[in-house]
T-cell receptor
Framework: AQSVAQPEDQVNVAEGNPLTVKCTYS??????LFWYVQYPNRGLQFLLK??????LVKGSYGFEAEFNKSQTSFHLKKPSALVSDSALYFC????????????FGSGTRLQVQP | DTEVTQTPKHLVMGMTNKKSLKCEQH?????MYWYKQKAKKPPELMFV???????INESVPSRFSPECPNSSLLNLHLHALQPEDSALYLC?????????????????FGPGTRLTVL
């Protein structure tokens, strides 16, 4: 069975600094990985996904993620954080079995201080 | 347009009430999903519809009854709920059904319905 782990419950960063939100995965075949962001009392917004190809994936709102097969990681990055980036971030992996459903990590709360 | 809409935004109901949650998308997606999200937890899959047919039920209690009247609409009928069912209920859709479709498909989520059971 596939799984994702987000080792940090919360990440704090100052506005203007680079940010990284960590995600590691475990799958039996090719990984299909996604990042979503959730603002308070809102649904999940899709940020980016890795399917195949370049290890650096660019997404919405200036976010990017680096796929590293040897380290089984898919860390979310942004060169310069904004206060408005403060939210809950979920990494997810697509089930390649019959369900084809998303399995989410536990989530990381990003707090960007002015 | 990648919009999924859900109504109502908030719902408060008693344990003997019957209510329904509604979800709508006009992206031509043929897979639709219901997720349940408790506070500070990730979403958990409840149901998957593929081509308007129920394809996955994640052992959800029968007090939750999904319905897909057409390719754009997804309902979740609620009856005799328990206080522990209070949560954010999220609807999502994707282009092709999960079982036979592409794993590359992105699921797009609605804003959710915040359900409180008294």
């Amino acid at each position: 069975a596939q799984s994702v782990a987000q080792p940090e419950d919360q990440v704090n960063v100052a506005e203007g600094n680079p940010l990284t939100v960590k995600c590691t995965y475990s799958v039996s075949g090719n990984p299909y990985l996604f990042w979503y962001v959730q603002y308070p009392n809102r649904g999940l917004q899709f940020l980016l996904k890795y399917i195949t190809g370049d290890n650096l994936v660019k997404g919405s709102y200036g976010f990017e993620a680096e796929f590293n097969k040897s380290q089984t990681s898919f860390h979310l990055k942004k060169p310069s954080a904004l206060v408005s980036d403060s939210a809950l971030y979920f990494c997810a992996v697509r089930d390649m079995g019959g369900r084809r459903a998303l399995t989410f990590g536990s989530g990381t709360r990003l707090q960007v201080q002015p | 347009d990648t919009e999924v809409t859900q109504t109502p935004k908030h719902l408060v109901m008693g344990m003997t009430n019957k209510k329904s949650l509604k979800c709508e998308q006009h992206m031509g997606h043929r897979a639709m999903y219901w997720y349940k999200q408790k506070a500070k937890k990730p979403p958990e899959l409840m149901f998957v519809y593929s081509y308007e047919k129920l394809s996955i039920n994640e052992s959800v209690p029968s007090r939750f009854s999904p319905e897909c009247p057409n390719s754009s609409l997804l309902n979740l009928h609620l009856h005799a709920l328990q206080p522990e069912d209070s949560a954010l209920y999220l609807c999502a859709s994707s282009h092709t059904p999960g079982v036979s479709g592409s794993a590359e498909d992105t699921q797009y989520f609605g804003p959710g319905t915040r359900l409180t059971v008294l």
